[in-house]
């Protein structure tokens, strides 16, 4: 049988996501899964394709599928096809100058829920055809993949491809209750932690005196990786833990422990710059920037 080029007019490109999804994944199901189709479709198409461009792709295995070395030659051409059309994406969401559709801003739970959602109701009230879409998490998301719009972040954005703007620091203290404090006293120094009973937010383990003070061996009676949960843990007098000071404002039962400690982080406003040219972005990265302008001297100075 004379072979043809996949990739050519024998070939189409939902047809080859199916193959690229399934070489990497291993498996029919696990490629369905993924693309949100049927594992039959998967198999039924890949066989028709194997048939167009006469060439095995794949050897069916008791463990899942692995490709041929038809399969592996034609890969090399499918993902420079996958990144051909990951550039175009990207060059068409950059000229969108609608004030409409979806943006998306990903940030740490604190700050996306005590200080960024609270200032929505002004933008949405200029913008009410931009739909907002927060992501709350520690992970550092790809920008250039359109995983988010924009980010803000506690450090510098490292990547060439990425724009950042310092808008100030956010600065932390070791809190308890009013209630925790009548009942064990307050230590008089770091030190003094190791008597007491600790709340663990897994995400500031990246921290040097969240490391410093965990490695004091304290005892701890409470851990997540919520920020709300921590500072629900804190308010209730489970023990003492680690926040940024904006926190302290939304909470009335805090007492900031007097240790001499000075700890701060800056914060970045990011976003990529193949994909921060359409006008719903900019929009939002103009209005974050004021609202951080706004809100310099309480929250972020």
């Known amino acids: 049988m004379q072979k043809r080029s996949l990739t050519g007019s024998g070939g189409r490109w939902d047809d080859l996501r199916l193959l690229l999804a399934a070489a990497r994944l291993g498996r029919f199901t696990l490629a369905a899964k993924n693309l949100k189709v049927a594992e039959t479709t998967i198999g039924r198409r890949l066989r028709a394709l194997e048939g167009r461009v006469g060439a095995k792709l794949f050897d069916r295995h008791i463990d899942g599928v692995k490709l041929t070395p038809a399969g592996r030659s034609a890969l090399e051409d499918i993902e420079v096809m996958e990144k051909a059309a990951a550039r175009v994406e990207l060059a068409l969401s950059g000229v969108d100058q609608r004030l409409s559709g979806i ?7 604190g700050l996306g829920s005590y200080w960024f959602t609270p200032r929505l109701g002004d933008f949405r009230a200029r913008y009410p055809e931009i739909r907002v879409e927060i992501i709350t998490t520690s992970e550092v998301l790809d920008l250039g993949a359109r995983e988010a719009d924009i980010a803000i972040r506690y450090a510098r954005p490292l990547h060439d491809n990425l724009v950042g703007v310092k808008m100030g620091r956010v600065n932390f203290d070791l809190v308890c209750s009013k209630e925790y404090a009548t009942q064990h006293g307050l230590p008089n120094s770091l030190d003094g932690l190791h008597r007491h009973k600790l709340i663990d937010h897994a995400p500031y383990r990246t921290l040097p005196l969240w490391r410093a003070i965990l490695e004091m061996n304290p005892v701890v009676v409470y851990e997540s990786n919520s920020t709300i949960a921590v ?26 422990l007097d240790l001499s400690v000075d700890f701060s982080v800056e914060v970045w406003l990011i976003s990529h710059r193949d994909t921060n040219k359409a006008a719903r972005t900019q929009a939002m990265w103009n209005y974050l920037k004021e609202q951080f302008e706004r809100d310099r001297k309480e929250w972020f100075s």
């Open 231 to 256: 500072v629900q843990a804190i308010s209730s007098g489970i023990g003492i833990g680690l926040i940024p000071r904006f926190a302290r404002t939304l909470v009335s039962n805090l007492v900031a």
């Open 103 to 109: 943006v998306r801003v990903t940030t740490t739970e």
